[in-house]
């Protein structure tokens, strides 16, 4: 099943994205600090969401085709979001790779991030729709 490749995918990409955010995040303003939570809460709902799927007999498994499409749909669009906060992180790679060497540097890092807080603060508000969205829809399935 594609559904069950394609979100080991996303909970890759977000593992790693939260590893990337989380390093810089500790000491960053508080933007990025959420930014890096709400990418910290999809990866478990992600990682969730890929054990389920392998489960012939789970729930999402059993619940048909249209849900199965609903739930391709979602992680769609959180791979997009995603892949454009990967884009953001690779832009700042450089002032990132030295963010947690010393306080000094990080505070640099995260003052590079900011820069983009109108773009973090939509990044994160999709992040907050993705959540809730598979908290939904796990819901719903599971009734």
Known sequence: MALIGDFIAVGELAAKLYNQYYRISRKAPKELSDLSKE????????????????????????????????????????????????????????????????????AFAGLGFMNKVPDLDRYRAKLVHHNATLSLLLTSIGK
């Not at 990682?47 to 007999?57: A, H, I, Q, S």
């Not at 085709?65 to 391709?72: P, V, Y």
């Not at 953001?88 to 947690?100: L, P, S």
């Open 39 to 106: 990418i910290q809460t999809l990866t478990s709902a992600i990682g969730f969401m890929r054990e389920e799927v392998k489960d012939e007999n789970s729930i999402i498994r059993q619940a048909g085709d249209e849900r199965t499409k609903l739930l391709a749909t979602v992680e769609g669009q959180i791979l997009e979001v995603l892949q454009d906060l990967d884009k953001v992180w690779k832009k700042y790679n450089d002032r990132m790779a030295d963010a947690g060497k010393s306080r000094m540097k990080t």
